[in-house]
Nanobody
Framework: QVQLVESGGGSVQSGGSLRVSCKVS????????MGWFRQSPGKGREGVAC????????YYADSVKGRFTISRDNAKNTLYLQMNDLQPEDTAIYYC??????????????????WGQGTQVTVSS
């Protein structure tokens, strides 16, 4: 059974930082591209960042480029998203996703087979 469990969300003031994590079990983590998505109230799910299986290839949404960093520790089966200079518009539930259907990192929601339950990030001005 594949499980993705996010942690590390919380509340922070504008300009602050948070790191969210995603612990993965039940699949070959070190062979699987991963992604981070987010969903704000009243909006669809948005691709934030994605990473290939080695960690050597990453892609970011324009809205977070230069502020967010995706990384992974294959020895710990864990995916990370370091978020710096957070702004109120970053407020959302953050989800990790695994195993895109084409085998490449992607910011497209429907390509992913497995999802975590999400962790809330709230940024106040």
């Amino acid at each position: 059974q594949v499980q993705l469990v996010e942690s590390g969300g919380g509340s922070v003031q504008s300009g602050g930082s948070l790191r969210v994590s995603c612990k993965v079990s039940g699949l070959r983590f070190d062979d699987t591209p991963m992604g981070w998505f987010r969903q704000s109230p009243g909006k669809g799910r948005e691709g934030v960042a994605c990473i290939n299986w080695t960690g050597g290839v990453t892609y970011y949404a324009d809205s977070v480029k230069g502020r967010f960093t995706i990384s992974r520790d294959n020895a710990k089966n864990t995916l990370y998203l370091q978020m710096n200079d957070l702004q109120p518009e970053d407020t959302a539930i953050y989800y990790c996703a695994a195993d895109p259907s084409n085998g490449f990192p992607s910011l497209v929601e429907y390509e992913y087979a497995y999802w975590g339950q999400g962790t809330q990030v709230t940024v106040s001005s």
